[in-house]
């Protein structure tokens, strides 16, 4: 949470207009409700700051996607031997001091923060003399301020909240998370105690709504699409009433932004590079994070932030034989190279084949050359490489573990921004044949070495298409209409096989307990492998962080934990526990504790 302090200080800035010159006044390098914003110009200025900080080191600059989400949900398995809080985070078992879980909070409140000001900044602009157009644009300003702040707060009710929403509000008085939904004015005004999670909900539900509205209609020119809209915020409210369980208004909001946002899924061979910075702003994206991999100038609503980019990708960067001698353990990674594809979600993707295959002589190998990775002295067996690309070619396992992973000796990456090499086995890996070794290729440097460009070059989506259609499908299964929730499965699962996404066809699920790709006779899934709800939303949304919020709602830790037994860092496998009455939530951090005297623990904390 934000030092006490500091949101006074930032309220009483803002609200106590100035009787003297501002150099008379205070510093400066700070601004009150007087003086700034006087003009819509720059009240845009105000609002840049709601969508930059998304790129906080806390939310999507460096650790919560790689370090928290990543660990807690089992993509990947270490070759660094972390640090505390990333070994709580890789076996579910975090402390009151994890410094992701703290870094989080703060970060996702200070974005509410910052549409808090705006919002307060619009409303004063508005009593001001101003034209019919500085008023529409007042309201699109204020659109996206509810529409963010919805965001950020849902995020937070998420990890933080103490349980989520069942239908009908049965546990609505529960705990939440604090709300600020207006500048504090004084040093009591911080001191606020946790809302029941219906007031939480009810408040981001009116957001997104207020959201709607004020956008209602509004099409951004081309250099900003990275804006929020309308159909951004009816996403998310769909979102959240899927996530309180109101299936019959979920049913209506998400069929609305099917219908009428003007969006469709990508075609398969748009969606296999949409995460690797290609196809920015597609047809399916709704609510998109710009990621600017020069930092110069910017785009649209970015133009003005800092820190453009973010790096993620440096933690889960996949290791190339480029630059080695082609050998398993002389190998460059495209960063820093502290993460890979975890061994079980191979198999859990359908991958039919065993982790174990030989290397052996190189045919093409040139003696009177040095051993390089273009004249590898070994290499893998062709009879498994063929293989491995008849399963491609036959689908015999989901499509979606090529968009997700790359695959060592038969995957290559761009290591240098122009020469190809082969993806290699990470090192601890090197030299066991009974591990798959995978890399992580969603959101991870395939064409550009980020040790030296030190920055991601692909957008994050907040919200995309496919999870509209697999809300709504949830929405109308859990609300009795199994014949359309199965369609609408079906339309996500024929895009990732590159099929027609509303013809029939013969990899259609028929039934809400058919086999799915997790039902691998490798190591068949108990949970995933026939239930094709949980399936979908897995594979589809693999690596963007919703799974964690899927497991916690629908209570399938112990299930996880089981299925993947440990999580691996360097030196040893941490075991991969979960305790129900406590590892659905994070902890509310010590920092929250010692400056609102009204905080209160979850359960299963102590201090």
């Known amino acids: 949470m934000i030092k006490k302090k500091y949101i006074t200080a930032l309220a009483l800035i803002l609200l106590v207009g100035c009787k003297k010159t501002p150099s008379d006044t205070g510093f400066t390098n700070e601004y009150n409700s007087s003086t700034y914003p006087a003009t819509v110009t720059e009240l845009q200025s105000v609002l840049v700051s709601c969508y930059s900080n998304l790129r906080d080191q806390g939310i999507f600059g460096f650790h919560f996607l790689p370090k928290a989400l990543s660990n807690s949900m089992h993509t990947v398995n270490s070759e660094y031997n972390g640090d505390p809080g990333w070994n ?37 602009l508005l009593n001001t003399d101003h034209s019919a157009a500085d ?13 963010l702040r919805g965001w950020y707060y849902m995020e937070l009710e998420c990890l933080y909240g103490q349980d989520y929403m069942k239908a009908g509000g049965v546990n609505g008085s529960e705990l939440g998370v604090p709300i600020y939904s207006a500048l504090p004015t004084n040093l009591a005004g911080t001191q606020v105690a946790r809302s029941p999670v219906k007031d939480v909900w009810a408040l981001i539900i009116s957001d997104e709504k ?55 899924l990508m075609p398969y061979s748009t969606y296999f590079n949409a995460f690797n910075g290609q196809n920015k702003f597609n047809s399916e994206s709704l609510l ?62 359908g991958f039919p084949l065993s982790s174990v295959y030989n290397l052996v002589a190189n045919p093409k190998y040139n003696a009177s050359q040095p051993a390089s990775y273009l004249n590898p002295k070994l290499i893998q067996d062709p009879t498994y490489t063929q293989a491995s690309l008849n399963v491609r070619t036959h689908q015999t396992a989901d499509p979606r573990l090529f968009v997700n992973a790359l695959q060592p000796w038969v995957d290559s990456v761009q290591f240098d921004g122009v020469n190809f090499a082969k993806v290699a086995k990470t090192i601890v890996y090197a030299f066991q044949t009974n591990h798959y070794g995978f890399s992580v290729r969603k959101y991870s440097p395939i064409d550009y070495n980020e040790n030296t460009i030190n920055s991601d070059k692909w957008d994050y989506y907040l919200l995309r298409l496919a999870d509209v259609y697999l809300l709504y499908a949830e929405a109308n ?29 013969a990899i259609d699920y028929a039934s809400l307990t058919d086999a799915t790709p997790a039902n691998n006779s490798l190591d068949p899934d108990p949970v995933l492998g026939h239930n094709p709800l949980y399936y979908e939303r897995w594979a589809e949304l693999f690596n963007e962080g919703s799974w964690w919020f899927d497991v916690c709602r629908w209570k399938i830790g112990d299930s996880e934990a089981a299925y993947y037994g440990s999580a691996l860092n360097a030196v040893l496998p941490l075991t991969s526990t979960f305790v129900d009455s406590k590892s659905y939530t994070w902890p509310i951090p010590l920092s929250e504790l010692n400056t609102n005297s009204k905080a209160v623990q979850n359960p299963g904390y102590t201090h």
Not at 101 to 119: D, H, M, P, Q
């Open 288 to 349: 998109e994070l710009y990621v600017d991999q020069n930092s110069m100038g910017g785009y649209g609503i970015y133009s003005s932030a800092a820190n453009s980019s973010t790096i993620n990708g440096l933690i889960w960067s996949p290791n190339t034989f480029g630059g080695g001698d082609g050998t398993e353990g002389s190998v460059l990674s495209l960063g820093y190279g502290n993460e890979f594809f975890h061994d079980q979600n191979v198999i859990r993707f």
């Open 88 to 124: 709580e985070m890789a076996a579910n078992n975090l402390t009151v001091g994890n410094e992701y879980a703290s870094e989080t909070w703060a970060a996702l409140y200070t974005g509410i923060k910052n549409c808090n000001v705006t919002l307060y900044a619009a409303a004063t």
């Open 210 to 264: 207020q959201a709607a509205t004020l956008l209602k209609g509004e099409v951004w020119p081309s250099t900003d699409l990275a804006r929020a809209t309308e159909w951004s915020a009816k996403g998310l409210l769909g979102k959240a009433y899927v996530y309180t369980e109101d299936w019959a208004d979920a049913q209506t909001t998400l069929l609305d932004v099917i219908q009428n946002s003007g969006k469709s």
């Open 135 to 147: 008023q529409q644009t007042i309201n699109l300003i204020e659109g996206q301020a509810y529409c």
């Open 477 to 505: 299964i859990k609300g009795g209409n199994t014949v359309v929730g199965l369609e609408y499965l079906n339309k996500v699962k024929r895009r990732a096989y590159g099929l027609p996404i509303n013809t029939a066809s």
